[in-house]
């Protein structure tokens, strides 16, 4: 069972429209929400991070969390072509009884900003 | 802040022999520091989960006799590959987190491996 989804892509989107990307997770007790950008090749950046319900926004970048539908998003304003990269959900989802966390990533959406 | 250096970022080795990459967190204490690899196109899985000064917990499939997790400070982390072979060449990325549950982990550079 998987415990973060993402829609793989490719998204493509023209460069200076928005880009949404989103996520959901399983229903295990969640605090924290990131997202992460990943270049070809390179580590994963953390872009956005966001504990509580509703926006948070940040330049371009805006996180949305909506933890009654355990989803969370990520838009991304006046998109790019630097922007093109895959973007990595993360969830510290809770082990029940152990009091341990652990981020868990889903597995990515490779977005394409054309320009 | 929360820096975190990864090294060698590149290595090529022969089959059979073992390989050490190393992980630092350079401004931080880093209870917790987590392997993982990425092959190409794929997306992170998580290797194991190191917490300073116990043994790591490794992730189901993961040979923990193959990769020998190390993390004796609370800036170091190592990760050897010993005898590695061909299918282990991979993109070895770290990453480590501060005791509280919400900081954001902060990645290494990452070491590409090729084993030939």
């Known amino acids: 069972q998987k415990e973060v989804e993402q829609n793989s892509g490719p998204l493509s989107v023209p460069e200076g429209a928005i880009a949404s990307l989103n996520c959901t997770y399983s229903?295990?007790?969640?605090?924290?929400f990131f997202w992460y950008r990943q270049y070809s090749g390179k580590s994963p950046e953390l872009i956005m991070s966001i504990y509580s319900n509703g926006d948070k926004e940040d330049g371009r970048f805006t996180a949305q969390l909506n933890k009654a539908s355990q989803y969370v998003s990520l838009l991304i304003r006046d998109s790019q072509p630097s922007d093109s990269a895959t973007y990595l959900c993360a969830v510290n989802l809770e082990f029940p009884g152990a009091g341990s966390y652990q981020l868990t990533f889903g597995k990515g959406t490779k977005l394409s900003v054309i320009p | 802040g929360a820096v975190v250096s990864q090294h060698p970022s590149r290595v090529i080795c022969k089959s059979g022999t073992s390989v050490k990459i190393e992980c630092r967190s350079l401004?931080?204490?880093?209870?917790?520091m987590f392997w993982y690899r990425q092959f190409p196109k794929q997306s992170l899985m998580l290797m194991a989960t190191s917490n300073e000064g116990s043994k790591a917990t490794y992730e189901q499939g993961v040979e923990k006799d193959k990769f020998l997790i190390n993390h004796a400070s609370l800036t170091l982390s190592t990760l050897t590959v010993t005898s590695a072979h061909p299918e282990d060449s991979s993109f070895y990325i770290c990453s480590a987190g501060r005791q509280s549950t919400n900081y954001g982990y902060t990645f290494g550079s990452g070491t590409r491996l090729t084993v030939v």
């Open positions: 229903d295990r007790v969640s605090q924290s």
């Open positions: 401004d931080f204490q880093a209870t917790t």
